[in-house]
Nanobody, 123 residues
Framework: VQLQASGGGLVQPGGSLRLSCAAS????????MAWFRQAPGREREFVAG????????MYADSVKGRFTISRDNAKNMVYLQMNSLKPEDTAVYYC?????????????????WGQGTQVTVSS
């Protein structure tokens, strides 16, 4: 299984970005997916998660109402739409595949990780 995250970049506060994660493998639709992020000097933290069919969504309190996670199982893709971005959202964002159909907020629930894409929110 390989995960390839893309879509990061530099954006001004209040702006938007859409992150994409392309997954290899024929069993993508059987597993939960999530986005995590890691800022310099900080631990990796959960951002958003989605169950195998997209019926169950989870968000960190810090991004609730601003970020939206979605997936397209036909394309083996998962997305993170980020709106109203703040400087504190600056981090490397990672997509991850869960060990089960639902995942959790804990990084230990995820067995595969992408390489990360940098998001910088600054004026």
């Amino acid at each position: 299984v390989q995960l390839q995250a893309s879509g990061g970049g530099l954006v001004q506060p209040g702006g938007s970005l859409r992150l994409s994660c392309a997954a290899s493998g024929r069993t993508f639709s059987s597993y939960g997916m999530a986005w995590f992020r890691q800022a310099p000097g900080r631990e990796r933290e959960f951002v958003a998660g989605i169950s195998w069919r997209g019926g169950s969504l989870m968000y960190a309190d810090s991004v609730k109402g601003r970020f939206t996670i979605s997936r397209d199982n036909a394309k083996n893709m998962v997305y993170l739409q980020m709106n109203s971005l703040k400087p504190e959202d600056t981090a490397v964002y990672y997509c991850a595949r869960a060990r089960t159909s639902y995942g959790s907020r804990s990084a230990s629930s995820y067995g595969y990780w992408g390489q990360g894409t940098q998001v910088t929110v600054s004026s």
